[in-house]
């Protein structure tokens, strides 16, 4: 059972940066695909980016690349994602999550956290 605890998340303005952290316990974390979702008010939650249990493959949405980094150190259990040039757009409810493969479907994630706000103030 792995547990997923989210954090970084705040109220910036846009154009402005911000990096979430995920924290990982009771699992091994470098055995498994790392993924970041979000979801807007009155919206489904979408898929943001994902990274392999090595970080030597990552994938971002369209919505968000070259604006998003995601990483991971498996050292410390934790992956992250570096947001820039935020824009209203991306205010929402940003989740972590832990699964098998790297794919962009909610249901290849076993694991996730409860989320952290980011909103963005244009």
């Known amino acids: 059972q792995v547990q997923l605890v989210e954090s970084g998340g705040g109220l910036v303005q846009a154009g402005d940066s911000l990096r979430l952290s995920c924290a990982a316990s009771g699992g091994t974390f470098s055995r498994h695909v790392m993924a970041w979702f979000r979801q807007a008010p009155g919206k489904e939650r979408e898929f943001v980016a994902s990274i392999s249990w090595s970080g030597g493959s990552t994938y971002v949405a369209d919505s968000v690349k070259g604006r998003f980094t995601i990483s991971r150190v498996n050292a410390k259990n934790t992956v992250y994602l570096q947001m820039n040039s935020l824009k209203p757009e991306d205010t929402a409810v940003y989740y972590c999550?832990?699964?098998?493969?790297?794919?962009?479907?909610?249901?290849?994630?076993?694991?996730w956290g409860q989320g952290t706000q980011v909103t963005v103030s244009s």
């Open positions: 999550a832990a699964g098998s493969s790297s794919g962009r479907l909610l249901n290849e994630y076993n694991y």
